[in-house]
């Protein structure tokens, strides 16, 4: 789940710390935020092998980027640019595209879309219905554009503010709500036509 209750104040003591040479302080740093940057690099690169290799190169650039960090501003943001910076990269160089877990599609915020999250093909008591459209789903969405899925992604599964992921895109907040509802749009777009093309 995204650290988004995590104290300003808190995270500007440990980098505070961090760029005095205090190592313990890093490694309080690299705890509070590990399972979170976990979640994010499975999401974005939809494979399990490589996911402690790719938050172990997040957290070593983090680590030498933190003295040019205006710890002004909040942290959150920035690390999560340095993830997804990371995860493109990661992308680019294996050609893999992203698997998300959803069960079905909507429009509205995230009241429907959070009962997708941690879906699996293999649940037990799955039909065979629910099974085809897990598949077509998964598929579905490995066709998004990335900054499509990125957007689903922290809206949908990691629950940002839209502030927050106006700081990570780098917009404005009503250019990532738009953002937002752009991706969804298009994944309920490519769904229907892939369940028209399946005549259901």
């Known amino acids: 789940m995204l650290a988004r209750d995590s104290s300003f104040e808190d995270d500007r003591e440990l980098v505070d710390r961090c760029k005095k040479g205090e190592e313990l302080a890093f490694e309080e740093l690299v705890r509070k935020y590990q399972q979170t940057i976990f979640n994010l690099v499975y999401h974005n690169m939809g494979y399990t ?70 879906q699996n093909d293999s649940q037990p008591g799955s039909d065979e219905d629910s099974k085809e459209m897990y598949a077509l789903l998964r598929k579905t969405l490995d066709q998004l554009p990335a900054p499509q899925r990125t957007a689903i992604l922290l809206r949908d599964i990691e629950y940002i503010a839209y502030n927050q992921m106006a700081e990570i895109l780098q917009c404005t907040e009503q250019a990532a709500r738009l953002k937002v509802f752009r991706a969804r749009a298009r994944l309920k777009e490519l769904m229907e036509k892939a369940l028209h093309r399946r005549g259901k």
């Not at 980027?65 to 910076?85: E, G, H, Q, T």
């Not at 595209?97 to 959070?114: A, G, M, N």
């Open 49 to 118: 092998n490589d996911i402690e290799d790719i938050s172990q190169k997040v957290f070593s650039k983090v680590y030498f980027s933190l003295p040019k960090f205006d710890n002004r501003r909040p942290f959150i943001p920035w690390l999560y640019r340095i993830a997804l910076n990371q995860c493109y990269d990661e992308l680019r160089r294996a050609r893999r595209r992203k698997i998300h877990t959803f069960t079905e599609l909507s429009l509205v915020d995230t009241d429907s879309i959070e009962k997708l999250m941690n």
